[in-house]
């Protein structure tokens, strides 16, 4: 690609195209990808970067990885896409299969849906569905800790941090949710008993509304990146067994490994009623998200007045996406993915520990394949992000945090080399804050 064709697109990027948490037109000028291949980035004008990003932390085994091309190549030479509706397919099939197999015992129904957010839509429909079949239609309100990140649509939004959130534009306009502090930070941090008694004490004040707990478990994800001690996943386990309520997991960040567990729930040895899945599905080849749920679920629903959950996107089920995504289940299973993601860790423990001294930064944490570095004020955006570049490495900050959560396929020098761009990201960031 010519100069003059890069600027070209560019411009029209500029003018025409809306990108996600940007202005239109546009103020900043992208970065023009040609081409991936592993875990590098080939822009448009020559340079490579090593996504430490996954792209959004779905890109798990890398790009055009030969398993996963070859299942889409395969599966385009039978059928892309057929509705869902009165019609089924294998790939759907053996993919439902393999996700009742890989997560906890008692989810056994899936529910495909597009995307990450849709999935928390579904699961929330699921849950106020549950009641109006069980004739408490007062059970409407779903309950959730602060500093969660669920989605961009409705529902999902009223359960995102109401304050320090990015959707506090919506409040007034959105469902109102029941909220409880933050959990207390730390995966190894003690068990906070009077953290607990405020969640029983606010349960019990609001259980006759309240359809569902909804929680990312142990991470949550763009609310902050944070992390809890799996024990606060039996404690909301054991309330909503006595309090009547159902407990959702949102492990669309979470799921397929990413902390060091295949789901975040495996940690706390508990399961949810609903799960929602996304992201890592599909190994980051196409969009597609799953919701589960127990028997007791699906039944109380199918029971009920309108027996059937009124939910149906016309890309459910994709066999594109289904067979490209049970390719990319069973490739991570075929590896020793424990292993990588307890290497990256490591790689991640070390690069990142000089950090913990430097002037501007509040905390360093890595758990799995997670590594955070959060300053304390907000991130200089573009001196951050040309910072990594000129090291080869692409990372997307946002709010005060620089973090990366790259493909587990990364090699130990290129893990280096993320953890030397995150330092002369947070470096560069806090020179341009003129700290």
């Not at 027996?307 to 594109?320: Q, R, Y």
């Not at 292993?339 to 690069?351: F, P, S, T």
């Not at 990366?404 to 396929?409: A, F, Q, R, S």
Request: hydrophobic letters at 45%.
């Amino acid at each position: 690609m010519t100069p003059e064709e890069t600027a070209a697109l560019l411009s029209a990027d500029a003018a025409q195209v809306w990108h996600p948490y940007a202005p239109m037109p546009g103020r900043a000028s992208p970065l023009l990808v040609e081409s991936a291949s592993g875990v590098r980035l080939k822009l448009a004008d020559g340079r490579e970067l090593i996504d430490g990003m996954s792209s959004w932390w779905a890109a798990i085994h890398g790009y055009r990885h030969p398993v996963l091309d070859a299942a889409a190549h395969s599966q385009l030479g039978s059928v892309s896409h057929v509705m869902f509706g009165g019609l089924t397919h294998e790939p759907a099939i053996r993919l439902a299969q393999r996700l009742i197999e890989i997560t906890p015992d008692p989810l056994q129904h899936v529910f495909f849906s597009d995307s990450g957010s849709v999935a928390v839509e579904v699961a929330a429909k699921m849950a106020l569905q549950y009641w109006v079949s069980a004739g408490r239609p007062e059970k409407h309100r779903l309950m959730t800790w602060r500093g969660g990140y669920h989605g961009d649509t409705l529902h999902p939004m009223s359960v995102c941090d109401p304050e320090g959130g990015m959707h506090s534009l919506w409040r007034g306009r959105l469902p109102e949710q029941v909220f409880v502090a933050a959990p207390p930070a730390g995966f190894d941090a003690p068990v906070d008993e009077a953290y607990c008694r405020v969640w029983e004490a606010a349960l019990s004040r609001n259980s006759g509304q309240v359809a569902a707990i909804i929680v990312e478990p142990v991470v949550q994800g763009a609310g902050g990146m944070s992390f809890s001690n799996p024990a606060y996943l039996q404690r909301l386990r054991e309330l909503a067994d006595q309090y009547s309520v159902l407990l959702i997991f949102d492990e669309i960040a979470t799921g397929f490994g990413r902390t060091g567990a295949m789901f975040a729930a495996n940690h706390a040895r508990v399961h949810p009623d609903i799960m929602c899945l996304g992201k890592a599905m599909t190994g980051g080849y196409l969009s597609m998200a799953a919701t589960l749920c127990t028997s007791a679920v699906a039944e109380r629903i199918s029971s009920g007045a309108v027996p059937v959950l009124a939910h149906g996107p016309t890309f459910m089920g994709n066999p594109l996406a289904s067979a490209i995504s049970l390719a990319s289940i069973d490739l991570l299973l075929s590896r020793p993915w424990a292993e990588e993601v307890a290497r990256i860790e490591r790689g991640l423990v070390r690069g990142l520990a000089p950090l913990a001294g430097l002037r501007g930064v509040r905390d360093v944490r890595v758990l799995g394949a997670i590594g955070v570095v959060q300053l304390d004020s907000e991130v200089e955006l573009t001196a951050a992000t040309a910072a990594a570049v000129r090291e080869g490495v692409w990372l997307r900050p946002f709010r005060d945090l620089i973090y990366t959560m790259p493909p587990y396929i990364i090699s130990d020098a290129e893990l280096a080399r993320v953890s030397v761009a995150l330092h002369a990201a947070a470096a560069a960031s806090i020179q341009a804050s003129g700290r």
